[in-house]
């Protein structure tokens, strides 16, 4: 399963559409307008910050640089740092290349993923970035499962 997971968000990384072949970076505004129109609640919380409201998770997503890189990044409070041996976390994180969790300095368990914004990239590359993000989060929760069945 963890594996069919990884194929379908590497395939839609792969596949992405680039529109006007990196002209320009995309903005927070762009990004705020997209995921809003597509029914998320999003929230503005600074200069180069969103929140954005998915289930139980909270992501946040971080334009900075002159490139406008992105980070995307959600905290899984549903899962306590201290139950979980890097055995697991390195394994998940070999298995996919596109993305890391890893526990943050507060022992929070955290999923990031990056957007190297070099060259621009399209609202379309963001949206599907969101896209396979949420996957990600998906496939480190039955990744945790299959450690506890296992």
């Not at 997503?61 to 041996?85: C, H, M, N, Q, T």
């Not at 697991?88 to 990056?114: P, S």
């Amino acid at each position: 399963m963890r594996g069919m997971i990884a194929l379908a968000a590497a395939a839609t990384l792969a596949f992405a559409p680039v529109s006007q072949a990196f002209a320009a970076t995309v903005s927070k505004d762009q990004i705020e307008q997209s995921l809003t129109q597509q029914g998320y609640a999003v929230q503005d919380v600074g200069p180069h910050t969103l929140f954005v409201r998915v289930a139980d998770y909270d992501i946040r997503i971080d334009v900075v640089g002159p490139d406008g890189d992105i980070s995307y990044r959600a905290w899984l409070f549903e899962v306590d740092g201290k139950d979980i041996s890097y055995k697991v976390l390195n394994e998940f994180n070999n298995d996919v290349k596109f993305g890391r969790v890893y526990i943050d300095e507060d022992g929070d368990v955290t999923l990031q993923m990056d957007r190297n914004g070099a060259g621009g990239s399209s609202i379309q590359n963001i949206e599907s970035d969101f896209d396979v993000f949420l996957m990600l989060i998906s496939s480190f929760m039955s990744h945790l499962e299959s450690q506890v069945i296992a």
